[in-house]
């Protein structure tokens, strides 16, 4: 029997949570009707776009731009912080209410679902479907999109069709009058450079993309390229998998510097003071990192990334920071700096841990002075306790994005 | 209006909420308080995954009966007067 798969898709969902949130505490604006985005500090005008209204798309404001930048194009606009708690909360209660629908449903993300539909007949999806979408937006008060077809990647392609609030489906039979005259980087798996190369071969549809030769793919993109040919045709055969909750798969923090750094001690203070915010965090959480990245932006706007694999994961600052501050002496090639991050990725569970024959005797002294800090920190306020190298220092003890404040 | 009020609400047995009593502080920055006289309806409202209990009430307002909506948040025990 062929297998029925839903995609659950919120409509613009940090955005509309944080609207629902503010109508319940009895604000009359409901963000979802004006140019809004979250993301950023209002005060402060520091930040990136996370989620954008449908208003504000009309000021052509996208999700991953700077806040000045969208201020710049619509200088009305309404700024609101994000909120990850409330979110996670919206998230349960939507996955609540599918687990009535289905046995089997992956969060694929804090706001997409696959829900494996089998036991519905193809002929029934659709009001199935229409029935779920109405059930969340009258328990819940936001939007979503359903997807409906036999497969993950179909039912995910429908699901971004037309928004907001509605179902579509994109059965085989539907490709290609459905999917193929779509342009080809509202496929899955087509990134902006993806589709810009793809452009230069006159590929420019979906359809184009399914017609031309695999093997011509695979010369220009290696396995990339068989992929997105697959599924161009539609072709994808993974499973809906169980998961009950949503995996962290990383952590990172970024700042913008107020003017551009030149020399490389102010630089490695930088990346310090995004670790006295990020590295706390990532012990809060109960997690060790395996993976160190960092990211350096020059003020030509140009950007370079680099990562490191640790010997065994860590969560202590002063390790992270030497293996961080490493990383930037190898790729900094001198010029100004504009933008610095760092980002965690590889988490592991600190309740199991690998123990290591080789660390140094350092280690659990360090941990113990970790746990100290953090521990002064908390009770006294971070301003507490700082590095010294912050005293007489142009660089703030603490940077990098919003800190959830209630 | 969403107006943060002080409550003294009764839990009975099976867990269902009688709100009481409240009290506001009002333009004058004095404390002003209301007494319940009866519940018209609850219900409750799960927006954005987030728990509250809604009560619509009957109560005295300057020798007047008046009708307003109260609601109570379960994750933050906060009760507001949300219509009047």
Excluded at chain 1, 94 to 120: A, K, T
Excluded at chain 1, 171 to 193: A, C, H, Q, S
Excluded at chain 1, 206 to 225: C, D, M, V
Excluded at chain 2, 41 to 54: D, I, S
Aim: charged share 30%.
């Amino acid at each position: 029997m062929e297998k029925i798969v839903f995609h659950v898709d919120v409509n613009s969902a940090y955005l509309s949570w944080n609207a629902v949130w503010d109508l319940q505490h009895g604000k009359s604006l409901d963000l979802r009707t004006v140019p809004s985005i979250v993301g950023g500090d209002p005060e402060s005008r520091h930040g990136i776009v996370l989620a954008k209204s449908v208003p504000s798309k009309k000021y052509g404001i996208k999700t991953g731009e700077t806040l000045f930048s969208a201020l710049m194009k619509c200088p009305d606009l309404k700024i609101v912080p994000p909120r990850y708690s409330m979110y996670l909360k919206a998230s349960d209660a939507m996955v609540e209410i599918m687990r009535e629908y289905s046995p089997l449903i992956e969060r694929y993300s804090i706001d997409e679902c696959f829900l494996d539909m089998s036991h519905v007949k193809k002929k029934d999806a659709v009001r199935v479907a229409t029935e779920l979408k109405d059930r969340i937006h009258e328990e819940l008060g936001f939007t979503v999109n359903v997807g409906i077809s036999t497969g993950k990647l179909l039912a995910k392609m429908a699901s971004d069709f037309k928004k907001p609030n509605l179902v579509h489906t994109l059965y085989r039979e539907e490709i290609e009058k459905k999917m193929w005259p779509l342009p080809v980087e509202d496929m899955f798996m087509v990134g902006p450079r993806t589709a810009e190369k793809l452009h230069k071969m006159n590929i420019n549809t979906i359809g184009e993309l399914a017609r031309t030769n695999p093997q011509f793919l695979h010369a220009r993109f290696k396995k990339h390229g068989y992929m997105i040919s697959c599924y161009a045709r539609g072709i994808e055969s993974s499973t809906v998998k169980n998961e009950g909750t949503i995996e962290m798969k990383g952590m990172g923090n970024s700042t913008t510097l107020p003017f551009d750094f030149t020399d490389r001690i102010s630089c490695h203070n930088v990346m310090l003071s995004i670790g006295e915010t990020l590295v706390p965090r990532l012990r809060d959480s109960r997690k060790l990192v395996k993976t160190v990245g960092i990211h350096i932006r020059y003020s030509d706007f140009s950007s370079f990334s680099i990562q490191r694999t640790l010997n065994f994961p860590s969560d202590s600052t002063s390790l992270l920071m030497a293996t961080v501050c490493a990383l930037f002496d190898e790729i900094w090639n001198g010029e100004p700096v504009r933008h610095l991050g760092i980002s965690f990725s590889q988490l592991k569970e600190k309740d199991i841990e690998q123990l290591s024959l080789f660390k140094d005797g350092q280690t659990e002294k360090m941990k113990r002075m970790d746990q100290v800090i953090d521990m002064v920190r908390k009770n006294f306020g971070d301003d507490s306790l700082i590095r010294a190298t912050f005293i007489n220092s142009p660089v703030k003890a603490f940077s990098g994005g919003v800190v959830e404040k209630d | 209006m969403a107006k943060p009020i002080e409550m003294i609400a009764w839990f009975d047995f099976k867990g269902l909420i009688h709100p009481i009593r409240f009290r506001l502080i009002d333009e004058d920055g004095k404390y002003k308080t209301i007494s319940i006289k009866s519940i018209q309806a609850r219900k409750k409202e799960k927006l954005a995954g987030n728990l509250m209990q809604v009560f619509l009430c009957r109560g005295v307002v300057n020798e007047k009966e008046v009708l307003f909506e109260l609601k109570y948040e379960k994750d933050t025990d906060q009760w507001t007067l949300f219509k009047m």
